[in-house]
């Protein structure tokens, strides 16, 4: 791993909800350029631990720092360098979508090119259409759009692929890549393993409002193995999903 100053740095970070403690105290640290996953069952604590470093939920302990700015101290800084992706996302009904990218940007002060943001999450096509036309992967590729107008430092996503059918998943993991690959840092959650191992360059197990676990993929499965894990050998060469992927094509059935 780099030996880069983190751009996200988390003490401590405590939740709680009267006598409940739903976050209790975790540390982590996410590299500049980095896919960071949070995983966990339903009820972890993995959408209130990223609600907090948003700045949409309050912090009762510890710290969450972004890039050198602490949440707690200058949430407006931190709002100007992210970019967050909810599990649903809901926009302005009967407004054009580029129109919508324009608003976006311009309550950061940004003046953009909305048909560059809309190409760049394949619906340049849907440019005059309104969100309530859009299926459920196009609003996700939408959302995402909406999301990056400021150019954030940090993006944020949550249980991102959802409900989505294969093709419209395995587009959107590229898109996870691409906004990677163009310097921007990732931080996830997802319930899907496969997605986790897949784009992930490290993973944070949450349960029970604690981090059990943190490494790379690979490294937790080898530790996994070590410890005398062991299940059937069965080495297939694709799955279902390959063969429907196969069969159907690639390309997204919008």
């Given amino acids: 791993m780099s030996t880069k100053k983190p751009i996200v740095e988390v003490r401590g970070l405590t939740k709680k909800y009267g006598k409940k403690t739903v976050v209790k105290g975790i540390n982590f640290s ?17 959408t209130t631990t990223l609600e907090m470093i ?14 050198g700015v602490d ?7 931190v709002r100007a360098m992210i970019g967050v992706q909810p599990q ?20 950061y002060g940004q003046k953009i090119e909305p048909k560059k943001f809309l190409k760049d999450v394949q619906l ?33 996503l949550d249980e991102p692929t959802t409900g989505l059918d294969p093709q419209a998943r395995r587009n959107l993991w590229d ?53 005398g894990f062991k299940k059937p050998q069965l080495v297939e060469q694709a799955n279902l999903e390959d063969v429907f992927i196969d069969l159907t094509g690639k390309a997204l059935r919008d």
């Fill in 30 to 46: 996410v590299q500049p350029g980095e896919i960071f996953g949070i995983l966990g069952p339903n009820g972890a604590g993995k």
């Fill in 54 to 67: 948003e700045t949409l939920r309050p912090i009762d302990g510890g710290t969450a720092v972004l890039d």
């Fill in 71 to 77: 949440v707690l101290e200058e949430p407006d800084k």
């Fill in 88 to 107: 649903t996302p809901s926009f302005e009904e009967k407004t054009k979508l580029t129109e919508i990218l324009e608003f976006f940007a311009a309550t």
């Fill in 124 to 156: 340049l096509d849907k440019a005059d259409s309104f969100p309530e036309d859009l299926s459920g992967g196009q609003r996700q590729r939408f959302s995402i759009a909406a999301a990056l107008v400021h150019k954030p430092k940090v993006f944020f």
């Fill in 175 to 227: 898109l996870v890549q691409e906004i990677r690959d163009k310097g921007v840092t990732v931080i996830m959650t997802t319930h899907y393993m496969d997605e986790a191992e897949l784009l992930c360059d490290r993973v944070a197990v949450m349960d029970n409002g604690e981090i059990i676990a943190l490494d790379t993929p690979k490294q937790l499965i080898k530790d996994l193995l070590k410890r």
